[in-house]
């Protein structure tokens, strides 16, 4: 069973009215960020500063060591489209998700290359727990899973801020076409291209920072 470690979680805490929150009974929106294949949660936390000063912001540690980093599933399963590894991390994200002590009324993910994937997948798997989706520079697991149907039925559905880059080599074409008639078809998507690699531009970093203040 895959674990997500949360003395390795990098937080920060989300500047927001706390007599509102009280009121509310909850903890604000939380952003859970996730990193691509062979990183680590320091890498896109580095995005913190820039993102809306209200989320609390938990960036993850993917629980496969991969290299001198991490991974959240074998890209050769996925090609398969043998979903059961990033299940398994999808699960292990809930499950610490399910850990918290803090309440929060609203979680929102965010996932680069490999961690899109996943944002994806936990939200094929808690159709309802989701607030908003950023899938940067990422693909989607092909075979179809038990909470789609309900994914795409979910009145409004989740929305997601697809991007990609016209010069990425990392994330093929083919997944890239595949992904985006299937996210169409479970999400409220905006969908952006930059002229950039396997990477995030400023241009993007701003539309992800708009995105986010519109659901959050």
Same mark, same amino acid.
Do not use: C, K, N
């Given at each position: ?43 896109? %936390? ?25 991974? /959240? ?7 398969? &489209? ?13 499950? /610490? ?41 990422? %693909? ?27 010069? &990425? ?12 008639? /299937? ?23 701003? &539309?992800?920072?708009? %995105? ?5």
């Amino acid at each position: 069973m895959l674990e997500i470690d949360a003395d390795a979680v990098q937080w920060r805490e989300g500047r927001t009215d706390a007599a509102e929150d009280a009121a509310a009974g909850d903890g604000g929106d939380l952003l859970v960020v996730m990193h691509g294949l062979g990183s680590h949660e320091g890498d896109l %936390f580095g995005l913190a500063p820039h993102l809306p000063a209200s989320l609390t912001i938990a960036s993850l540690r993917a629980p496969i060591p991969y290299g001198g980093g991490f991974a /959240w599933f074998d890209r050769a399963v996925v090609e398969l &489209d043998d979903p059961s590894l990033v299940d398994a991390s999808a699960r292990a994200v809930l499950a /610490w998700l399910d850990g918290l002590e803090r309440p929060f009324r609203r979680v929102h993910l965010l996932g680069f290359s490999q961690g899109g994937v996943m944002a994806v997948q936990l939200a094929r798997h808690a159709p309802d727990r989701f607030s908003s989706i950023v899938h940067l520079a990422s %693909f989607v697991s092909a075979r179809e899973q038990p909470g789609d149907a309900a994914l795409a039925a979910r009145e409004p559905r989740i929305p997601l801020l697809s991007t990609i880059g016209t010069l &990425d080599d990392v994330i093929r074409r083919e997944e890239v076409e595949r992904a985006i008639p /299937w996210l169409d078809a479970h999400f409220d998507v905006e969908r952006r291209t930059y002229e950039r690699a396997h990477s995030i531009v400023a241009e993007e970093l701003a &539309d992800v920072v708009a %995105f986010l203040d519109r659901w959050r």
